[in-house]
């Protein structure tokens, strides 16, 4: 599985932008994907997971954690191979490279991963 981070760019605090991630190869519809984030100095954080039809939760089931729940989005459109993050009121410290990711289920490591795209919330 091939994956294509795009989207990033610099917003002010408030502003919302939509993160896409063109996958390509293999049963798409069977994988989970996620995105994680990396800001300079910190740990990669997992800040969204969809799962497919492989996993255990249930496909088109979502997972957040508590610093982007009710400000970010995933969704997936299987008939494009693209995966999505909806980004509003960003904040900050929301700045990190933003990479998607791809798996068997949300909750474990991922298998592939593509490369980052870049976010900044400045004012």
């Known amino acids: 599985v091939q994956l294509q981070a795009s989207g990033g760019g610099l917003v002010q605090p408030g502003d919302s932008l939509r993160l896409s991630c063109a996958a390509s190869?293999?049963?798409?519809?069977?994988?989970?994907f996620g995105w994680s984030r990396q800001a300079p100095g910190k740990e990669r954080e997992g800040i969204a997971c969809?799962?497919?039809?492989?996993?255990?939760?249930?496909?088109?089931?979502?997972h957040y954690p508590d610093s982007v729940k009710g400000r970010f989005t995933i969704s997936r459109d299987d008939a494009k191979n693209t995966v999505y993050l909806q980004m509003n009121s960003l904040k900050p410290e929301d700045t990190a490279d933003y990479y998607c990711?791809?798996?068997?289920?949300?909750?474990?490591?991922?298998?592939?991963w593509g490369q980052g795209t870049q976010v900044t919330v400045s004012s």
């Open positions: 190869g293999g049963d798409l519809s069977y994988y989970a």
């Open positions: 990711a791809a798996g068997a289920a949300c909750g474990v490591e991922p298998h592939y």
């Open positions: 969809i799962a497919g039809r492989g996993g255990n939760t249930g496909r088109g089931n979502t």
